[in-house]
């Protein structure tokens, strides 16, 4: 049974930085991307970043947010900087993430979500 279980986030500052860890267990994902996605309140889940042969982020993160993954331990980070009130959402980790030009960025591995909140 593939899990991925995130850490990190919590309440921070904006302007501050904060990093999110997940680490998948279950399955080897060597071969596919990690990414993370995010959902506020009253919006819909949206993509934030993913990480495999390519890298790619949505153009709201775009020099402030950092993916990065540590193969060996099956695990995908999220350095967050210059965080904004609009950054506040449940963030998840997602693993075995696909691109399509019709659908966009999809996953079909999900972590339970963690919350990270940006008060001014």
């Known amino acids: 049974q593939v899990q991925l279980v995130e850490s990190g986030g919590g309440l921070v500052q904006a302007g501050d930085s904060t990093r999110l860890s997940c680490v998948a267990s279950?399955?080897?994902?060597?071969?596919?991307?990690m990414g993370w996605f995010r959902q506020a309140p009253g919006k819909e889940r949206e993509f934030v970043a993913a990480r495999g042969d390519e890298t790619y982020y949505t153009d709201s993160v775009k020099g402030r947010f950092a993916i990065s993954r540590d193969i060996a331990k099956n695990s995908v980070f999220l350095q967050m900087n210059s965080l904004r009130l609009e950054d506040t959402a449940v963030y998840y980790c997602?693993?075995?993430?696909?691109?399509?030009?019709?659908?966009?960025?999809?996953?079909?591995?999900w972590g339970q979500g963690i919350q990270v909140t940006v008060s001014s």
């Open positions: 279950g399955r080897n994902f060597i071969n596919t991307a």
């Open positions: 997602a693993a075995d993430v696909r691109r399509t030009l019709k659908y966009g960025f999809s996953a079909n591995y």
